[in-house]
């Protein structure tokens, strides 16, 4: 797929595009305000605090409730209009619309005796529509959208200690990771602490950072579905990020279905993108299938070496989300496999040294819920490796769920990324505000087995490779990130690698 900045061939059809989005505009906006009066938990706590506020507020709404719909009336038939407008304009749409923002070095020379470190970031965001979004008990989507493009690209210098409170794996372990728990890299000046993997009733939590990391090479995000956060997000990370993938996904109507929206998903790097490409998932189901949902390759260039490429490769996606749909997941998680394998195939060049092959996304099942048991033993763990699992059904001991209870999320004790943190380094706070082990049908699992560490929907997985360049490729750290409390309903991911010769 060609990498232009427009996802559409010429100006004429963007302009289409722009006339269809503001016909639709009006309705769209009143509907998405209808949506926004449903209230999260927050603000029903604010409105019960207020004196007479719960009388006004219900008031209130009720008028507003009354001039929105009429608004969503009136303004029908200029949506007609638009979407009439709309759905054959999406038909030339390219799957995603490129940012390169020029000034940034070329790659530097690799000497592929050394060690190189790369970072990879995975969220999601639940950047909906506010309307939307209120149904995870998440609203404020632009307010939302600003503080994570403000945190996501921090401003240069590193601040120190950016990786403090990663989980690097034990020396020795051939796998690249193990079961010592410690803080990895420290500045100088400060004691390293090792904790032992535990063997007891509850085990240590895994390292909990309180910030993204300042050395993210990849930032990839799920669910980043509102037009207005997307546009936020390039135009913070273009600072930091000179590489921006977005609006992923053919819209319109496909396979005889509408997509309403794209697929949310947004990938953002500090090296140059070579390649892309985007494929859509053919059996959504459900809600689901309003979304473009699918998987987001790109093939990424690393330096060169003795007139040899070093390229990496990453791929980014989501899964269908009801949890009673493990079949629907199971044959998109065998999609994705062969879809990346056919990727890496048509893009990789003779003599080229591949550096690492990374895939991130909310799959939207874990690995301690029985309901999850089909997905768990999918052939992908095959393929790629989980610094975070053991086998089918059993995590690390460190690792923790990256689902919260989004009833919980304006509590006071994870109300600020240092009280998310320090609470969910309990194994009370753990069991309160982590979503716990399901059945297949979705409902709690009242016969799971305890201690549980919540459910990890968020992965970010990797593979080795064997080709004429041998390189290895190894765990570093692996951190949750309590950044976004109260502005998410998931914990991001990161995982740092190194890449270094391998073993003759």
Known sequence: MLLRESPFPNRALAALDRLAEGLLAPSFWAANRLLDL??????RQRQRQSRCGRCRGRTGQALAGLAYAALLLLSLPLATLGLLLWLPVQAARRPFAYQYTAGTAPAEPWDLRQRRTFTFVSANLCLLPS???KFSNLGQTPQRAAYVARHLAPAPPD???AWAGLVEPRDGEADGYGGTLRTPRQPPGSVAVEVPAAEAAEPAPAALSERFPADADFVCLQEVFDAGAAACLRRRLGA????VLSEVGARGLRGGRPKLLDSGLLLASRYPVLAARYHGFPNGAREDA???KGLLAVQVLLGSARGRRVVGYVGCTHLQAPAADAAVREAQLTLGLRWLQLFREAQEERGDAVAFDVLCGDLNFDNCSRGDALNQRHRLFEVYRD?????????EPWAIGTLLNSLKIYEEPV???EKLKRTLSQPAG???YLAGPILSSGQPDPAAPGPWQGRRVDYILYRQHRGDVPLRTEVAGVSFITQLATRSDHLPVALRLDVAPAPP
């Open 131 to 133: 309307g939307l979004a």
């Open 38 to 43: 449903r209230q999260t938990t927050a603000e």
């Open 159 to 161: 601040p120190p200690g």
């Open 290 to 292: 309003l979304a473009a």
């Open 415 to 417: 109300s600020t990324p």
């Open 430 to 432: 753990r069991h309160q």
């Open 240 to 243: 930091a990020f000179p590489h």
């Open 387 to 395: 610094p975070c699992r053991r086998g089918p059904g059993q995590d």
